[in-house]
């Protein structure tokens, strides 16, 4: 197992549990939630994507130049996405990516019927706000949104790291 590496994430729902074991397996290394108590043991010396601001805290910038952050949702990856999901997450530590950084969107899975209290409010909220705020440009974009909060949408696929994958073994191969 590599020691070099490791797959750190936080799941709500399982898709990005999902994702992390599998780039970990791929990569030869241990996915670990950020909530595990062995995370206090690692030594990293020290939102867009959920938790990123506590993890990172702990980066210093040679940490952030081996940094590959994967983020997982069921908007399909605009460059539009991209930016938001960048500048509330690695935007707000190194806005000029001097580190190089990396940034993955991964399709996730949602389940209308999975989703209770104040996250199916939220949802219904999101899909009124998608409708009401629409320009006739964005007017599909907006509907096929709301089709994927209504009624789910499944994007998780193993192809989806394949990328992902190759630029993390990139990065360990200069270390």
Do not use: H
């Not at 670990?32 to 990172?56: C, H, Q, T, W």
């Not at 999101?126 to 009401?132: A, C, D, G, P």
């Not at 949408?153 to 990139?170: P, T, W």
Request: charged share 30%; with cysteine; glycine share 8%.
């Amino acid at each position: 197992m590599s020691k070099k590496a490791i797959v750190i994430y936080t799941s709500k729902r399982g898709s990005t549990k999902q994702y992390a074991e599998w780039i970990a397996e791929d990569l030869g290394c241990e996915a670990v939630a950020f909530s595990d108590p062995r995370m206090k043991e690692i030594n990293l010396r020290g939102s867009g994507i959920v938790d990123f601001d506590k993890f990172g805290k702990l980066l210093d910038d040679e940490l952030m130049q081996k940094l590959i952050v994967f983020g997982v949702g069921m908007a399909d990856e605009t460059a539009d996405n991209y930016a938001q999901v960048w500048g509330y997450s690695i935007g707000k530590l190194d806005p000029k990516n001097e580190n190089r950084s990396i940034l993955y969107i991964l399709g996730g899975k949602y389940d209308p019927a999975s989703v209770q209290g104040m996250d199916k409010f939220l949802m219904k909220v999101m899909k009124t706000v998608l409708i009401s705020g629409s320009t006739p440009d964005a007017k599909s974009r907006a509907n096929f949104m709301k089709d994927r909060i209504e009624n789910g949408v499944d994007m998780v696929f193993r192809d989806n790291i394949q990328s992902l994958v190759k630029d993390a073994r990139k990065k360990l191969e200069e270390q």
